[in-house]
């Protein structure tokens, strides 16, 4: 936790974020939020073009999935980045979560440039982002206007 010189709890930024992010998940449900979604995996590459990790002795399949959601809803735009990272080996599987919160110029996948802007995700943050990425969907589905996807598969 932390606190402030008069002991009163300050919000931390993934604080923020969930109210944020719970606030856009219904609005978005909605139809009252415009999204500009890049949406960036490999997890529809052949096998063969898939990196691979050993770790321990195991050897993981890596699948990467980046999303940059944007969107001029609140009152200063909003931007959100995700990377998630899975390794897949023969008895488990093995997923790294980050998320960011840069500047409007950084709307693109490089960690190294992303790395100041990381927030700190706990399974609550991260499961409430999935909600809004599975609400997005959903509205894609059913081609809703107010949504702009674009689609890239990750080498």
Known sequence: MIHN????????PSDKLLVQLQELNRETAKGNVEWEILYST??????????TRTIEGETYT???CFVSYFTHYYPTDFLLITYEEILSGPTETKTTNLVFQPPL??????????ASYAIDADQILIYQIHQLWTTILERKKNQAP?????AETRI
Do not use: P, W
């Open 5 to 12: 010189f008069h002991g009163m709890r300050k919000i931390k």
């Open 42 to 51: 490999t997890e529809y590459n052949q096998l063969s073009e898939k990196k």
């Open 62 to 64: 890596v699948d990467e």
């Open 105 to 114: 110029g950084i709307r693109y996948l490089d960690l190294d440039a992303l």
């Open 146 to 150: 107010e949504i702009h996807l674009e």
